[in-house]
């Protein structure tokens, strides 16, 4: 893939691993567009790395609707799609309520659903495109607790097989991603206070990582990988 002139659209782009990867794009010449609910905050973000923006709720059919439709009367088309939109929630199996899975999941597996349903349209009429889905190693192995997060990243691996079968054929290549901890705000929002590691992986090792896969010439792509940190013990 040639950076240059790409047009990117990066979901929960506001913050985090979604702003480093943005961020990591208009370095290499990318058009990009970040998207999230709180304007405020996306506004700053956009500012600050050179990117557009669009507000809106990823697990909204509308929102999705709306904002895919609006970047490509825009740009003329969508090259890229990073589904980077995701939060959990943690609880012992006996103490998770309903409304918790429900709402991890509107984010996290109908979200994604959604953003990649109306871009894979796109896709399709070019016969071309990337969808790069940023799972977790959560979705290689649950773990106490994890309930609601890792199961909904297991859901999105499992879309993502799909996709790619389906959109192989139309030059499309569809990519997961499963970063092992990344120092952001995740941890805090999920009710975790961590202190910051000189050794834990950054936003930067993430999309350095996604920047470096997505350059291999179009006739190759790489469909899974996972990133870790060296030593974080």
């Known amino acids: ?13 506001s913050e985090g691993i979604g702003k480093g990867i943005a961020a990591a794009f208009r370095r290499e010449g990318a058009d990009v567009t970040i998207t999230g609910r709180h304007e405020d905050t996306l ?3 956009a500012a600050e790395i050179g990117a557009g923006w669009s507000v ?7 929102d999705a609707v ?21 939060f959990g929630r943690f609880a012992p199996l006996v103490e998770m309520e309903l409304a918790d899975l429900e709402a991890v999941y509107k984010t996290n597996v109908f979200g994604a659903f959604l953003m990649a349903r109306e871009v894979a349209r796109h896709f399709v009429r070019q016969q071309s495109g990337h969808l790069v889905n940023i799972s977790s190693t ?13 199961s909904s990243k297991f859901a999105l691996r499992g879309m993502t097989e799909c996709w790619r079968d389906e959109l192989r054929r139309h030059n499309v290549r569809v990519m997961l991603v499963n970063p092992s901890e990344v120092q952001t705000g995740f941890a805090s ?31 190759g792509f790489i469909p899974e990988f996972s990133v870790f940190a060296t030593n974080p013990f």
């Open 138 to 150: 959560s979705g290689l192995k649950g773990g106490g607790g994890s309930t609601a997060y890792s």
């Open 189 to 219: 929002k999920a009710g975790y206070e961590r202190e910051l590691s000189p050794k834990k992986l950054r936003s930067e090792e993430l999309a350095d990582a996604i920047v470096g896969a997505l350059k291999i010439d179009d006739r």
């Open 56 to 62: 809106g709720d990823v697990g909204d059919e509308d």
């Open 1 to 13: 893939m040639n950076f240059q002139g790409a047009k990117a659209l990066v979901t929960g782009g």
């Open 43 to 45: 506004k700053a973000a």
């Open 66 to 86: 709306r904002t895919v439709q609006e970047f490509v009367d825009q740009h003329g088309r969508i090259d890229v799609l990073v589904n980077n939109a995701g």
